[in-house]
């Protein structure tokens, strides 16, 4: 019997449609000749002493033992046409595919044989050498089960289970199989040899991973299709029926859910070249329903190491070449080398010549050009931000497991390769900026700047490794080749178009299809948005950005739809290039971004739209009062947004404008943080540093006004003012709450009562004053008329002072907010000497707002006089959608 799987998994380049078909008749072929299993002669047990081999067995396929319905077989089976390896398998009759084997690492001749003794499952080689066992067991073996889901299972005398095979997961997992945290998925060498390889799927508390010599290149929270439903930390992976999912202590508890079509067998599997399929099985044939990576070309050695790998979508074969000043690799080794023989990849770290074992001057770096992109820089923060481009190259030249940089010009962010060196993609244009080096030795030549690479295809050809088929694939090639100088042709079409309409301006459907960036939310037209809000004519909201409409979608569902009017990002591929991120952050505490649409200098955001709008209206509006417990929930359910943002999600996003504005409230009341990820489109480009300041007066950290950076913290301290606010059910800093309180304070020596003379009240302070006398009821909005928890206000006003600490790094993080808020983790003391500065700054400082200009260098204006230049953002509302 042969193992076939049509639509995914070869070992070659190419895969052609021709290809395809010959294995489907190929498969066809041999599933006519070989009958499913049920003819077979079906043992459901077995039991000690019993040996089996490929040969003399039971049966001439190798199938020594059937599950009871005959769904699955254990066989000593060989999966290629080359009768060399062979594998204790565990086999999907109707499918022929394997989905575990025991000895994959350790494979077999035909006349090697399986033992079952009381001891557990052994496999020998011809000559009786041990070549893979069970591990020891607690018991001795009564019988070897296999059940009809395909687990082996050996039981003892009292029918328990002393080992499983579904505990010990090859590349595959079945329905009714649980992949837990911790364990991984390991690729196979190739369909045929299945001993493990480069590439791993592994599950960690807050996502599923795929791995390459350690470094991450997907993660299935990123995916399009998944769904983050709540936020249980993750137990386990499972498939099953309808879907993918990751989940909790039980099947109840749903962290990520991908959602499939229902089908009676499916299995997810992890390919031999690194991408992680669902698939289903029905009618004699494989049907894919989920993949991930879903382009080729962000699986990290598609083609070979430091190999230039192009995407040709709408194939999903892409096309591979050398970037400029590399040349393809000899004959039997995939992917390019220096073109100057006389560079080289320098030697990796080992012992002897760990550290500085390179005399820097022999080191060089060989510059890859623009537009060449690296999959790491996606899911690694820079090694520095800040320095040049020397420094950059320093810090790698003497790092020895340090194999190449990639820099970002405009924000000085050095980015490290390290481990093992993968294949480059291309961006077509634009994207971060970021030039590679790679790391050479024995040259005297320095860097070399590149153009973009040439489309090299005769350098591809020749690292052809030609696997099967010569005809089918030669046909494959022209085709693909056509296909690519369709594709060629078309990008330089639109670039020389963008060119001579003068950048942006020159909108097409064409631009935006020229890049390809994976995530990338739904696209809407803009005609469609003008008939969804009759012409923008219903506007529920304005700020920095722009204006908020409300609409309604052709499927009925009703939208918020943000002009953005104020951009400061520069091109429609950065756009989109945080589109995608935004996009792609899934979690209920979060707005969701339904889609985008870019229309001339226009950027519109769509949001789903929420009912109760924002957390400012009904807290401080005049409706009906917010009760205490509606409150706690606001609090703790926005607090497990902003964790999510700043560490749950691939890009951690530093939200920069948190308020009662940008919280909204859906039918339930449940707390939903918008606008995350907007004030990147502001910045000159991705990075962690800002130079002009972006929050709102009110919620501003004291960092906005010194020089130490911006960081999550930042998003803490606002967090603590929104949850002072909910406690009193008032604005922190109300508008007759004038900045003559810092006169006061500097007459008072540097002291003053929040609740002073001039009947002002300064509630932040107040909190601190109660907090200090512990009369925390006397903080609480009196519209509730005592209707709270005391426990509860005390704990939120403590949260809330520990959140507004004056230095950042004292601020607890968000996942550590989440769990004091939750009781998870005990509430430590404020420290009040970190809460001073209260004191002294006052309203002045929280409702003045204060400029940094893009120079860095301070300026106070005088209060109230902020409607010029940067100030403009900063003090208006960035409302969200309502
Ligand atoms: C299996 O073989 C071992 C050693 O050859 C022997 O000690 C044992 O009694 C046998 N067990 C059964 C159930 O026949
Ligand atoms: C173990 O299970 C099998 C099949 O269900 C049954 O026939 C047998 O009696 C059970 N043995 C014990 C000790 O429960
Ligand atoms: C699949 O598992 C999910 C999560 O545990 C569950 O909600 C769903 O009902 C299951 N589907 C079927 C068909 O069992
Ligand atoms: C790069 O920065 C370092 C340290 O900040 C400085 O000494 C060096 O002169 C700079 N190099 C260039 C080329 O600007
Ligand atoms: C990097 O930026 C500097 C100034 O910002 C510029 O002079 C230089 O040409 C840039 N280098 C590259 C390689 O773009």
Same mark, same amino acid.
């Given at each position: 019997?042969?193992?076939?799987?049509?639509?995914?998994?070869?070992?070659?380049?190419?895969?052609?449609?021709?290809?395809?078909?010959?294995?489907?008749?190929?498969?066809?072929?041999?599933?006519?000749?070989?009958?499913?299993?049920?003819?077979?002669?079906?043992?459901?047990?077995?039991?000690?002493?019993?040996?089996?081999?490929?040969?003399?067995?039971?049966?001439?396929?190798?199938?020594?033992?059937?599950?009871?319905?005959?769904?699955?077989?254990?066989?000593?089976?060989?999966?290629?046409?080359?009768?060399?390896?062979?594998?204790?398998?565990?086999?999907?009759?109707?499918?022929?595919?394997?989905?575990?084997?025991?000895?994959?690492?350790?494979?077999?001749?035909?006349?090697?044989?399986?033992?079952?003794?009381?001891?557990?499952?052994?496999?020998?080689?011809?000559?009786?050498?041990?070549?893979?066992?069970?591990?020891?067991?607690?018991?001795?073996?009564?019988?070897?089960?296999?059940?009809?889901?395909?687990?082996?299972?050996?039981?003892?005398?009292?029918?328990?289970?002393?080992?499983?095979?579904?505990?010990?997961?090859?590349?595959?997992?079945?329905?009714?199989?649980?992949?837990?945290?911790?364990?991984?998925?390991?690729?196979?060498?190739?369909?045929?040899?299945?001993?493990?390889?480069?590439?791993?799927?592994?599950?960690?508390?807050?996502?599923?991973?795929?791995?390459?010599?350690?470094?991450?290149?997907?993660?299935?929270?990123?995916?399009?299709?998944?769904?983050?439903?709540?936020?249980?930390?993750?137990?386990?992976?499972?498939?099953?029926?309808?879907?993918?999912?990751?989940?909790?202590?039980?099947?109840?508890?749903?962290?990520?859910?991908?959602?499939?079509?229902?089908?009676?067998?499916?299995?997810?599997?992890?390919?031999?070249?690194?991408?992680?399929?669902?698939?289903?099985?029905?009618?004699?044939?494989?049907?894919?329903?989920?993949?991930?990576?879903?382009?080729?070309?962000?699986?990290?050695?598609?083609?070979?190491?430091?190999?230039?790998?192009?995407?040709?979508?709408?194939?999903?074969?892409?096309?591979?070449?050398?970037?400029?000043?590399?040349?393809?690799?000899?004959?039997?080794?995939?992917?390019?080398?220096?073109?100057?023989?006389?560079?080289?990849?320098?030697?990796?770290?080992?012992?002897?010549?760990?550290?500085?074992?390179?005399?820097?001057?022999?080191?060089?770096?060989?510059?890859?050009?623009?537009?060449?992109?690296?999959?790491?820089?996606?899911?690694?923060?820079?090694?520095?931000?800040?320095?040049?481009?020397?420094?950059?190259?320093?810090?790698?030249?003497?790092?020895?497991?340090?194999?190449?940089?990639?820099?970002?010009?405009?924000?000085?962010?050095?980015?490290?390769?390290?481990?093992?060196?993968?294949?480059?993609?291309?961006?077509?244009?634009?994207?971060?900026?970021?030039?590679?080096?790679?790391?050479?030795?024995?040259?005297?030549?320095?860097?070399?700047?590149?153009?973009?690479?040439?489309?090299?295809?005769?350098?591809?050809?020749?690292?052809?490794?030609?696997?099967?088929?010569?005809?089918?694939?030669?046909?494959?090639?022209?085709?693909?080749?056509?296909?690519?100088?369709?594709?060629?042709?078309?990008?330089?079409?639109?670039?020389?178009?963008?060119?001579?309409?003068?950048?942006?301006?020159?909108?097409?459907?064409?631009?935006?299809?020229?890049?390809?960036?994976?995530?990338?939310?739904?696209?809407?037209?803009?005609?469609?948005?003008?008939?969804?809000?009759?012409?923008?004519?219903?506007?529920?909201?304005?700020?920095?950005?722009?204006?908020?409409?409300?609409?309604?979608?052709?499927?009925?569902?009703?939208?918020?739809?943000?002009?953005?009017?104020?951009?400061?990002?520069?091109?429609?591929?950065?756009?989109?290039?945080?589109?995608?991120?935004?996009?792609?952050?899934?979690?209920?505490?979060?707005?969701?971004?339904?889609?985008?649409?870019?229309?001339?200098?226009?950027?519109?955001?769509?949001?789903?739209?929420?009912?109760?709008?924002?957390?400012?209206?009904?807290?401080?509006?005049?409706?009906?009062?917010?009760?205490?417990?509606?409150?706690?929930?606001?609090?703790?359910?926005?607090?497990?947004?902003?964790?999510?943002?700043?560490?749950?999600?691939?890009?951690?996003?530093?939200?920069?404008?948190?308020?009662?504005?940008?919280?909204?409230?859906?039918?339930?009341?449940?707390?939903?943080? /918008? &606008?995350? !990820?907007?004030?990147?489109? *502001? #910045?000159?480009?991705? %990075? +962690? @540093?800002?130079?002009?300041?972006?929050?709102?007066?009110?919620?501003?950290?004291?960092?906005?006004?010194?020089?130490?950076?911006?960081?999550?913290?930042?998003?803490?301290?606002?967090?603590?003012?929104?949850?002072?606010?909910?406690?009193?059910?008032?604005?922190?800093?109300?508008?007759?709450?004038?900045?003559?309180?810092?006169?006061? /304070? &500097?007459? !008072?020596?540097?002291?003053? *009562? #929040?609740?002073?003379? %001039? +009947? @002002?009240?300064?509630?932040?302070?107040?909190?601190?004053?109660?907090?200090?006398?512990?009369?925390?009821?006397?903080?609480?909005?009196?519209?509730?008329?005592?209707?709270?928890?005391?426990?509860?206000?005390?704990?939120?006003?403590?949260?809330?002072?520990?959140?507004?600490?004056?230095?950042?790094?004292?601020?607890?993080?968000?996942? /550590?907010?989440? !769990?004091?808020?939750?009781?998870?983790?005990?509430?430590?003391?404020?420290?009040?000497?970190?809460?001073?500065?209260?004191?002294?700054?006052?309203?002045?400082?929280?409702?003045?707002?204060?400029?940094?200009?893009?120079?860095?260098?301070?300026?106070?204006?005088?209060?109230?006089?902020?409607?010029?230049?940067?100030?403009?953002?900063?003090?208006?509302?960035?409302?969200?959608?309502?």
């Amino acid at each position: 019997m042969l193992f076939m799987k049509p639509s995914t998994n070869f070992s070659s380049f190419f895969i052609s449609s021709n290809l395809y078909m010959g294995y489907c008749l190929l498969f066809l072929t041999i599933f006519l000749v070989f009958p499913p299993a049920s003819s077979l002669s079906s043992l459901e047990y077995i039991y000690p002493n019993f040996t089996a081999s490929e040969f003399q067995h039971i049966d001439s396929s190798g199938v020594f033992l059937s599950s009871r319905n005959g769904t699955f077989a254990a066989a000593i089976f060989n999966p290629g046409a080359l009768k060399t390896n062979f594998y204790l398998c565990i086999i999907h009759m109707a499918s022929n595919a394997i989905i575990w084997s025991a000895n994959r690492d350790t494979p077999i001749s035909s006349s090697g044989i399986m033992n079952l003794t009381t001891k557990g499952i052994t496999v020998s080689d011809q000559y009786g050498n041990l070549r893979w066992s069970t591990p020891p067991l607690q018991s001795s073996v009564y019988a070897l089960l296999l059940t009809e889901m395909g687990n082996l299972v050996l039981l003892d005398h009292s029918n328990s289970s002393l080992w499983e095979s579904f505990h010990y997961p090859t590349d595959t997992i079945v329905i009714g199989q649980h992949l837990p945290v911790g364990m991984y998925l390991s690729s196979a060498a190739s369909d045929y040899n299945l001993s493990s390889s480069i590439y791993n799927f592994t599950i960690s508390t807050s996502d599923a991973l795929l791995q390459w010599y350690g470094q991450t290149y997907w993660k299935l929270s990123m995916d399009t299709k998944a769904f983050i439903i709540s936020n249980y930390v993750v137990k386990y992976m499972a498939i099953n029926r309808t879907g993918l999912f990751l989940l909790g202590h039980d099947a109840s508890e749903i962290f990520i859910q991908v959602s499939l079509p229902p089908a009676d067998f499916r299995i997810g599997k992890l390919g031999p070249l690194g991408r992680f399929t669902v698939q289903s099985f029905s009618d004699a044939q494989w049907e894919q329903e989920f993949s991930g990576p879903d382009s080729s070309c962000r699986t990290p050695s598609i083609c070979g190491q430091m190999g230039l790998c192009t995407d040709n979508s709408p194939s999903i074969t892409p096309i591979c070449s050398c970037p400029s000043g590399f040349q393809a690799g000899s004959q039997n080794m995939s992917g390019c080398v220096p073109s100057d023989d006389s560079q080289s990849l320098p030697l990796a770290c080992n012992s002897t010549n760990n550290g500085s074992q390179l005399n820097s001057s022999i080191v060089s770096f060989l510059g890859l050009g623009y537009g060449i992109d690296y999959f790491s820089n996606d899911f690694s923060q820079p090694l520095k931000y800040g320095v040049n481009l020397t420094v950059c190259q320093d810090l790698c030249s003497g790092d020895c497991s340090c194999l190449g940089i990639f820099y970002g010009n405009s924000s000085g962010s050095c980015y490290m390769l390290e481990n093992e060196l993968g294949s480059f993609t291309s961006r077509n244009s634009g994207g971060m900026n970021l030039l590679g080096y790679i790391k050479v030795s024995g040259s005297n030549t320095t860097t070399n700047d590149n153009g973009p690479p040439p489309n090299s295809s005769s350098n591809h050809k020749k690292r052809l490794r030609v696997v099967v088929l010569v005809l089918l694939l030669s046909t494959s090639i022209l085709l693909l080749v056509a296909l690519g100088l369709l594709i060629w042709m078309r990008w330089k079409l639109s670039k020389t178009k963008e060119i001579k309409l003068g950048g942006f301006n020159s909108q097409s459907s064409e631009d935006l299809d020229a890049f390809y960036i994976p995530g990338l939310p739904k696209r809407f037209d803009y005609e469609e948005l003008e008939v969804a809000t009759d012409k923008f004519s219903t506007q529920i909201g304005s700020g920095g950005f722009g204006s908020v409409y409300k609409g309604t979608l052709s499927d009925k569902s009703v939208v918020a739809i943000k002009k953005i009017t104020n951009l400061g990002i520069q091109g429609r591929k950065e756009f989109c290039t945080e589109i995608a991120v935004i996009g792609n952050v899934h979690h209920v505490n979060l707005v969701r971004l339904k889609g985008f649409c870019v229309h001339g200098r226009q950027r519109l955001l769509v949001y789903e739209y929420m009912n109760h709008g924002s957390l400012d209206r009904t807290l401080f509006g005049s409706g009906p009062v917010l009760e205490w417990q509606e409150r706690f929930d606001v609090a703790l359910g926005s607090a497990r947004g902003l964790a999510y943002l700043h560490s749950g999600c691939e890009h951690k996003i530093i939200h920069c404008d948190v308020k009662p504005e940008n919280i909204l409230l859906d039918d339930h009341l449940q707390a939903k943080i /918008s &606008d995350f !990820g907007l004030s990147k489109l *502001l #910045s000159p480009e991705q %990075s +962690g @540093l800002f130079t002009t300041m972006r929050g709102t007066r009110g919620y501003l950290a004291p960092e906005w006004l010194t020089t130490s950076a911006i960081s999550e913290k930042t998003d803490v301290y606002s967090f603590g003012m929104v949850l002072l606010e909910l406690v009193s059910g008032r604005k922190n800093c109300s508008l007759q709450s004038q900045s003559h309180s810092i006169e006061d /304070s &500097d007459s !008072g020596g540097g002291h003053f *009562l #929040s609740s002073s003379r %001039s +009947g @002002l009240v300064y509630y932040p302070l107040f909190a601190l004053e109660m907090h200090e006398q512990g009369k925390y009821l006397e903080l609480v909005d009196p519209r509730l008329e005592g209707r709270v928890t005391r426990e509860e206000v005390e704990k939120l006003v403590h949260v809330a002072l520990c959140c507004l600490y004056e230095e950042p790094a004292l601020r607890p993080n968000m996942i /550590s907010v989440v !769990g004091m808020l939750e009781g998870g983790i005990p509430l430590g003391q404020p420290r009040t000497e970190s809460l001073n500065f209260l004191r002294f700054y006052g309203c002045r400082f929280t409702e003045a707002s204060t400029i940094m200009d893009p120079n860095g260098s301070l300026s106070y204006p005088q209060a109230n006089s902020l409607q010029t230049g940067f100030s403009y953002i900063s003090s208006q509302q960035i409302s969200g959608p309502r």
